[in-house]
T-cell receptor, first 120, second 114 residues
């Protein structure tokens, strides 16, 4: 079974600075999907960024970008120009490919999350 | 489009009771997944429904069940509630649950079991 590890339970960053959240995963699949989700306090979870493992290019979405290192099984999230609204729990998640023989192929496997506080 | 909606938002039950939670997916989405979120276990997959059929199931006891209706709305039921069932239950929808599709989450139902 695959596992997702987020080794930083909490992080703090000053407004306008850059912060990187770490995520590593373990899988025997060669193709898969990775996600970063954001869960603001008392608000619903929203997608930040999505990466397909077979694509070499790192995904970016405005101030959010990832550093995807497939060989190292690492998928870190970089937030540039941090804003107060970025304060949230951030979850890294893994999804198996559709052709996986495992029945969990449509399920997200989440890491334990990193609580990010952006300081004014 | 309206997002994923979940009702009720909060519930308080006592041990031994049963509870039903409801989820309405984004219009046009046919796959609905359920997750349990607790401080101790984090986010865990419960099950996924598509076209009124359960396609995937996580590692939860049989007290946890679900169903999906022809309009893609889904319900999950927990019978014989235990204290450990206290959690935020999240529903997520996607178009058809295919390869790496983004899942869109609802606000959750917070269940407290006393």
């Amino acid at each position: 079974a695959q596992t997702v590890t987020q080794s930083q339970p909490e992080m703090s960053v000053q407004e306008a600075e850059t912060v990187t959240l770490s995520c590593t995963y373990d899988t025997s699949e060669s193709n898969y999907y990775l996600f970063w989700y954001k869960q603001p306090p008392s608000r619903q979870m929203i997608l930040v960024i999505r990466q397909e493992a077979y694509k070499q290019q790192n995904a970016t979405e405005n101030r959010f970008s990832v550093n995807f290192q497939k060989a190292a099984k690492s998928f870190s999230l970089k937030i540039s120009d941090s804003q107060l609204g970025d304060t949230a729990m951030y979850f890294c998640a893994f999804m198996k490919p559709l052709l996986s023989v495992d029945t969990g192929r449509r399920a997200l496997t989440f890491g334990s999350g990193t609580r990010l506080q952006v300081q004014p | 489009k309206a997002g994923v909606t979940q009702t009720p938002r909060y519930l308080i039950k006592t041990r031994g009771q049963q509870v039903t939670l409801s989820c309405s997916p984004i219009s046009g989405h046919r796959s609905v997944s359920w997750y349990q979120q607790t401080p101790g276990q984090g986010l865990q997959f419960l099950f996924e429904y598509f076209s009124e059929t359960q396609r995937n199931k996580g590692n939860f006891p049989g007290r946890f069940s679900g169903r999906q209706f022809s309009n893609s709305r889904s319900e999950m039921n927990v019978s014989t509630l235990e204290l450990g069932d206290s959690a935020l239950y999240l529903c997520a929808s996607s178009l058809d649950g295919g390869g790496g599709e983004t899942q869109y989450f609802g606000p959750g139902t917070r269940l407290l079991v006393l």
